[in-house]
């Protein structure tokens, strides 16, 4: 027993240390557990702003289609309003043209 004395109290300093070592872990994984317990409440703050981007996006997608629509509307109306401010202007021509004018 007497030659196992040294082994023994090699042990002895070996399960202090591991005992230590445990400790050290047993308060990191209480750190973590609190860091994750403060992740749950951020990550279902994270799922509402990102709900409510998304609902503004569509939002904005709607409203920029009327109005796309509106102003391709005012385009068409304006061209075809040109279009037929030309149609006197063309006539005259072609009158001029043709010697019917004139004479």
Known sequence: MRGLEVHIATADGNLE????????????????????????PLLDEYVRIVTKADDLIEQT????????????????????WMSLMQVAPLYLGW????GQRGE
């Open 17 to 40: 240390t591991i005992s230590r070592d445990l400790l050290a872990v047993s308060a990191d994984l209480g750190t973590i557990n609190d860091g994750v317990a403060e992740v749950a």
């Open 95 to 98: 009158e001029l043209l043709m």
């Open 61 to 80: 997608q709607v409203s920029l289609s009327r109005h796309l629509a509106r102003a391709r509307l005012v385009v068409v109306v304006a061209m075809v």
